[in-house]
């Protein structure tokens, strides 16, 4: 079952309208509506809430005053770093100053969204405007205006690392380039935007929490603390997430903080549902980053020196840390061997929206500037791309290969296996680069540019700290099996259950998997860096064993074999060889919990079971042992296992409109073992398409007032149909040595190399160097026509 | 600016064939009265500005948005939702069993509203190239599966549907 392609097992609720997202809970709850910063940078000076207190059916209307305690603090920094030198989170709702236009000032809550959003409306704020900055490369400058007031400058955190001796090899490099490339802003975008809805229990003092959120439990550790309660008093349900792609792994944004604390101020269940603007002025952003290059290279193209300075842009605030420069760092050398590689980064604060991991977080960036960095040297030099990269690439008998610099969990970086000459080399065949430069010069004839752009990365998947599984086998055989983090549309119901079922000999049919629910499993990390299949997997394939082994010395006990001769299949165990002697799995962990009282035909048989175990002298449940068939365990790896790929792309600009055509995309990746291809297949193909968005659609687009200029989906350009091709694929499969399953993450592979793979084959098609993503038509147009020609 | 207080309008809905006699403001989004006065909540709301096509509903047979009409304005209409494509006994409609095949749908959300709007137009599926049938479908937004499984479920479902009604 390990590696088939098994239909999903949650499409049959999703599919007949019985998915449940968070906005489809508590129909009848109050709901709340925000006032948000209209300026980029402005101090608060009053707000007048009286008007919206006359609106018939509003419940309460708060400012930060309301706040107390915790409350009133600035939300928690997520991820700390040595390298931040000033950290900055938001408060909940803004104290006195605002840092960017969508920043929370007060909150209504009222009957229904439609009230709520009529006394939003009421209420007067006095702002005085202060100056923001909003371009990146000016916020960098010493003497730049500031993003908050009173700070001596926009700098979050600084870090630099170095592998070798850069400056050494630099000045004995025979050949020394320097290039400037930048990556825009752009954001997550799932089409179910966040969503929170609260109960609290005054009785039992219990706090209910559903969150469209990719961190169940560490909403509930946090709200726990905000509160001052046990954690048990607080339960946190991730349901349907309707996508996710890292915006709501953050935590915790403004509002998951107020809703359960206004549910518990007004002792009525609260709900509030993101709209489509607020997803962009109040979700985080990420990518934008200035890259400066400086490349040392002997004469055939062999990477003698590598040197990144960059700024990163954290916008208004770093609640996420410095986690995506600081991936960028560590991945931006992917399957090259850099002998001597410098980076060095400044995070800096512009009055925009914050940002943090967007699926890829920092390695679309790190691919293009690698990638674009090693087509721009095989120009200059006047050398075959591909033999470029061939000369550079890691070989198969250097694992585990040590990149030299500090990987995002703190450790080294380590790649744990892989084999990429022999994906460059597929590629290159799957996409018939030998012959397309008769294809382009025949388009050429024709007067169609053709272009051809490759480009590999590496991407550290299945980082720590750790996940974990509660396995439990019902009387009717059904196994259960909860995990800790939630699903944004991966699938973990379908590949958990095949992990169980096989382990299990079951069919996977009877394995119900639930995620993202505390009440289940309180223990857990998360959804993310493409973690759940290395993590989760691991840790299910270890509970499954653990009651496997129970059931096998429960059936020995019972059948009076060998607990070695005791084999589990079909749904039950016998004694190998021996299908009659067959105990269906559900019969025995009902009977493997001893009983006292018979209330059904297998709880007779646990109870009278439980009656022979005394008259032989026995205790009814063995040492060690537990009632019924059930285990949790958890998986911690020491680091992360590195997943691979290379992409091609041709494509040809039409001459008339500058549109982008892509006429072949094609994919070689390797995740490791796979245990669902139809899953696997859909993860790259989703990946693709959003890089490809990232390449040529999707950009923010702030005004220099701070303002963002398409905040809706009719100005902030996501793929249809229409616009994605569908790309081919192919497969390598190198296990990874580091864990059991051999498995590697695959849910950001598909973004990463995209936008570089993009860039390489319209500066191919273009003669250009591109060096600036995304690009759009009107772009390709000013490059062809560089004397402003025919606009 | 006072607000008023709230009027009710009585309206009728026919929803997967089911009368409904209800009170609504007039500023309610038909969506909403879908969702929360109805409780079908397989209909989602993605953008509430008529671009992604989540909230795909048919209304008297075509496919429309309905975050962007009042409901109000769907007095007397005969609406059918993704709660009324499955048949009465359980089983899936084609449409549904080729979006699971093919892998047609990730996290889900926009699903509803790919398999509403495919409903008027898969049967003729298979005369379309695969640029007709994109732009056919190129009014619905999923941010998950890179419209592959989409594309290649719309095109199955005249093909399972044939296989489920031969004798
Ligand atoms: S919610 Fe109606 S089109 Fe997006
Ligand atoms: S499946 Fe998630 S948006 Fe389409």
Not at chain 1, 71 to 82: C, D, K, R, S, T
Not at chain 1, 701 to 720: K, R
Request: proline fraction near 5%; charged fraction near 25%; charge should be negative.
């Amino acid at each position: 079952m390990f590696g088939e392609r098994v239909e999903r097992r949650e499409d049959l609720r999703l599919l007949t309208g019985g998915g449940r997202y968070t906005d489809d809970f508590e129909h009848d709850a109050a709901q709340a509506a925000f006032v948000r910063s209209e300026h980029a940078h402005a101090r608060v000076l009053d707000v007048d809430v009286t008007g919206a207190l006359e609106v018939d059916g509003v419940l309460g209307v708060y400012t930060h005053e309301d706040l107390t305690g915790g409350f009133a603090a600035p939300l928690p920094l997520l991820v700390p770093h040595e390298g931040i030198v000033r950290p900055r989170t938001q408060y909940a709702l803004a104290a006195e100053e605002v840092c960017y236009a969508g920043e929370t000032i007060v909150m209504v809550v009222a009957t229904d969204r439609y009230v709520a959003e009529d006394a939003a409306g009421r209420i007067r704020v006095s702002y005085e405007p202060l100056e923001a900055i909003v371009d990146l490369a000016r916020a960098a400058d010493a003497g730049a205006t500031v993003a908050h007031a009173g700070a001596p400058d926009n700098i979050a955190g600084r870090v630099s690392e170095e592998k070798g001796d850069v400056d050494g090899a630099l000045a004995n490099a025979p050949h020394v380039f320097e290039w400037r490339f930048e990556i825009e802003r752009s954001a997550s975008t799932p089409m179910e935007g966040r969503a929170v809805v609260a109960r609290y229990d005054e009785r039992d003092g219990m706090l209910m929490v559903y969150d469209s959120t990719q961190a169940p439990t560490g909403i509930r550790g946090g709200l726990a603390a905000l509160f001052g309660v046990d954690l048990e008093r607080v339960q946190v349900l991730a349901p349907d997430v309707g996508g996710g792609f890292g915006v709501k792994v953050m935590q915790f944004y403004p509002e998951e903080v107020l809703i359960p604390w206004a549910a518990r101020r007004l002792g009525t269940p609260v709900k509030w549902t993101e709209d489509r603007r607020e997803h962009f002025i109040g979700s985080n952003h990420e990518r934008k980053q200035i890259h400066h290059v400086r490349v040392g290279c002997d004469d055939d193209g062999r990477i003698l020196a590598f040197e990144t300075r960059f700024v990163h842009d954290s916008g208004a605030y770093c609640p996420y840390g410095l986690i995506v420069p600081v991936i960028t760092s560590a991945q931006l050398p992917g399957p090259y061997k850099l002998e001597n590689y410098r980076y060095e980064f400044r995070a800096v604060y512009t009055n925009t929206v914050s940002t943090s991991p967007y699926r890829g977080a920092g390695r679309p960036q790190g691919a293009f500037v690698m990638e674009r960095t090693l087509d721009r040297l095989a120009r200059e030099l006047a050398l075959d791309p591909v033999d470029v990269r061939r000369r550079n690439l890691i070989q198969p008998d250097e694992f585990p290969y040590e990149v030299g610099v500090t990987f995002q969990d703190g450790g080294p970086t380590v790649y744990d296996s892989g084999d990429y000459p022999r994906g460059l080399e597929l590629l290159l065949d799957a996409v018939g680069y030998a012959g397309f430069a008769a294809e382009r010069e025949r388009a050429a004839a024709e007067g169609r540019r053709l272009g051809l752009g490759l480009g590999c990365y590496v991407e550290g998947t299945g980082i720590g700290p750790y996940e974990g599984a509660a396995i439990n086998v019902m009387g009717d055989g059904t196994v259960t099996v909860a995990i800790g983090l939630s699903t944004q549309g991966q699938a973990h119901e379908t590949v958990f259950a095949q992990i169980a079922a096989d382990e299990l000999g079951v069919d996977v049919e009877r394995v119900q998997v639930s995620t993202g629910d505390t009440r289940r499993i309180g223990y857990g990390v998360g959804t993310f860096a493409s973690r759940s299949a290395g993590v989760a997997g691991n840790a299910v394939k270890r509970a499954a064993r653990s009651v496997r082994h129970q059931a096998q010395e429960f059936a020995a006990r019972l059948l009076e074999a060998a607990v070695d001769d005791i084999e589990l299949a079909d749904g039950a165990a016998r004694v190998k060889g021996s299908p009659q002697s067959a105990i269906p799995l559900g019969r025995l962990a009902l009977v493997a919990n001893p009983l006292r009282y018979a209330y059904g035909a297998e709880a007779t048989e646990a109870a009278v079971f439980a009656r022979k175990a005394y008259s032989s002298g026995e205790a009814p449940l063995h040492e060690d042992a537990t009632p019924g068939l059930n285990a949790v365990e958890y998986y911690s790896p020491r680091s992360g296992v590195f997943g691979f790929g290379m992409h091609a792309a041709i494509v040809e600009i039409d001459p008339d409109t500058c549109n982008l055509l892509v006429r072949r995309y094609v994919i070689v990746h390797d995740c490791g073992r796979v245990i669902n291809p139809l899953v696997v297949d859909g993860q790259v193909q989703g990946g693709f398409a959003q890089g490809l968005g990232g390449a040529f659609f999707e950009r923010i687009v702030y005004d220099d007032t701070g303002q963002i200029q398409n905040a809706s989906f009719m100005d902030f350009l996501i793929p249809y149909a229409t616009e994605v091709p569908a790309p081919e694929l192919h497969h390598t499969e190198t296990p990874s040595p580091s864990n059991e399953l051999g498995v590697k993450g695959v849910g950001e592979a598909g973004a990463i190399a995209v936008p570089a793979v993009i860039a390489n084959a319209v500066a191919d098609a273009l003669e250009r160097p591109i060096d600036s993503m995304p690009l759009s038509p009107l772009q390709l147009f000013d490059m062809l026509h560089p004397d402003g020609n025919g606009r | 600016m006072d607000v008023r207080p709230r009027e009710l309008a009585p309206i009728s809905l026919t929803v997967n064939g089911n009368v409904h006699e209800l009170e609504v403001e007039p500023r309610w989004l038909l969506c909403d009265v879908l969702r929360h006065q109805l409780g079908l909540t397989g209909t989602h709301v993605g953008c509430e500005h008529g671009v992604c096509g989540c909230c795909t509903v048919l209304i008297d047979g075509r496919p429309a948005r309905s975050c962007l009409m009042f409901a109000v304005t769907a007095d007397g209409a005969d609406i059918r939702t993704v709660e009324g494509l499955a048949r009465g006994d359980g089983k899936l409609h084609p449409l549904q069993t080729a979006f699971r095949r093919h892998h047609g749908l990730q996290c889900g959300f926009c699903t509803p509203g790919f398999l509403m709007a495919a409903l008027p137009i898969y049967r003729r599926a298979g005369a379309l190239s695969d640029d007709e049938l994109r732009e056919a479908l190129g009014g619905q937004l999923c941010r998950c599966t890179g419209y592959v499984g989409i594309v290649a479920a719309v095109r199955a479902a005249a093909e399972i549907e044939a296989g489920d009604s031969a004798p």
